[in-house]
């Protein structure tokens, strides 16, 4: 139904930082809470950050303080800062609605911490 595109991951180190962002094709991208989603190998897809359409934010406990979620509405985008990252981040990310759709997920972007 909906169009997502996740970008900027990539191999870093522990304790460096990414920026991933999600670019919506959708029409009605304002009046959707928004996610972001990782899978590791052997694991279920678990949520790691939420945004409603307001601007409210949630967090997985794993990724308190170390995370931030943002949108930009305007641009149809959201972003996921990833600080002081541990190799347990290693993951396949992906954005979907929050709850999600199955319709809607993409490719992803592959997340290694690695030294």
């Known amino acids: 139904q909906v169009q997502l595109v996740e970008s900027g991951g990539g191999l870093v180190q522990p304790g460096g930082s990414l920026r991933l962002s999600c670019a919506s094709s959708?029409?009605?991208?304002?009046?959707?809470?928004m996610g972001w989603y990782r899978q590791a190998p052997g694991k279920q897809r678990e949520l790691v950050a939420a945004?409603?359409?307001?601007?409210?934010?949630t967090y997985a406990d794993s990724v308190k303080g170390r995370f931030t979620i943002s949108r930009d509405n305007a641009k149809n985008t959201v972003s996921l800062q990833m600080n002081s990252l541990k190799p347990e981040d290693t993951a396949v990310y992906y954005c979907?609605?929050?709850?999600?759709?199955?319709?809607?997920w993409g490719r992803g972007t592959q997340v290694t911490v690695s030294s």
């Open positions: 959708g029409s009605f991208f304002s009046i959707y809470a």
């Open positions: 945004i409603t359409s307001g601007g409210a934010t």
């Open positions: 979907n609605t929050e709850p999600p759709r199955y319709g809607n």
